[in-house]
């Protein structure tokens, strides 16, 4: 699928999304809003694919909302509403969502990274959100970034608009797998093939269940678990791992 923004390829069960204005650091105009969408709706809806690959080509991941078109006063209010509407999309689908970061991670950029499941960024990578000096809402990071890093830390990240490097976003829980710069895409593959050898019925059902807790009370959380966990012991996944421990052998998912 080609749009005018970004591409999204696959292999098999594995997808890898590109964000693709490297001019512009991969900055994201109205237009991008719009495939955001259509690349979201894409990804939950195919069949095939279990783990996605989400990264920027060039040198930068994504540098957030295209100031120039911002400052220009061409971004109509919709755009805030298509991109946290496109995010919600790829957060609650079944897919495994792996984010590749690399130079900047900004405003939307790292909004995205965050509504994904595994963050990977360069020891060099600058992140943040610094809406703020723009006189703006860093969109649902305000949502997502206190459940990853804490309030404090979330609070002193959007308030004060400030970058972090790679490394120390690693030490605060923001990103999940430091790589080198000069390895990256070496590195992105291996643990991408890491997460797509495990991935399994399981892995989707718990994917779904981890994004609840915040959201219901224990009692409504736990009828959730059980029923999904139904949903896994009778997949044929759960048969695969328990003839691999039997055999002595690693599972070979194949949902």
Excluded at 9 to 37: F, H, Q, V, W
Excluded at 141 to 160: C, D, E, H, N, Q
Excluded at 170 to 199: M, N, P, W
Excluded at 223 to 249: C, F, P, T, V, W
């Amino acid at each position: 699928m080609k749009l005018d923004t970004m591409y999204f390829e696959k292999n098999g069960r594995i997808g890898c999304l590109t964000l693709n204005r490297p001019r512009l650091l991969n900055a994201m105009n109205y237009e991008g809003s719009l495939d955001m969408n259509r690349a979201a709706e894409a990804i939950r809806d195919d069949p095939d694919v279990r783990v996605v690959l989400i990264r920027g080509a060039g040198r930068a991941f994504c540098t957030g909302i295209d100031l120039k078109q911002l400052q220009a006063g061409d971004t109509p209010h919709q755009y805030y509403e298509n991109w946290d509407r496109a995010l919600r999309i790829l957060e609650q689908s079944e897919k495994i969502l792996i984010c590749a970061m690399q130079g900047y991670a900004l405003g939307g950029g790292l909004q995205l990274a965050l509504a994904c499941d595994i963050r990977i960024a360069t020891e060099d990578c600058m992140l943040g959100l610094p809406a703020i000096k723009e006189g703006i809402i860093p969109g649902l990071g305000t949502f997502r970034l206190p459940r990853y890093i804490g309030l404090g830390r979330a609070k002193w990240m959007v308030l004060s608009g400030e970058n972090i490097d790679g490394r120390r976003a690693l030490e605060i829980g923001l990103v999940d797998h430091l790589a080198a710069a000069e390895t990256f895409d070496q590195e992105v593959d291996a643990l991408v093939d890491k997460y797509s050898r495990a991935c399994s019925e399981g892995t989707r059902q718990s994917k779904i269940l981890l994004n609840m807790p915040f959201d219901m009370p224990h009692g409504q959380f736990l009828e959730e678990y059980l029923r999904r966990q139904r949903i896994a012991l009778a997949s044929k996944d759960h048969e695969e791992a328990m003839n691999a421990h039997r055999e002595g052998r690693d599972p070979a998912f194949s949902s």
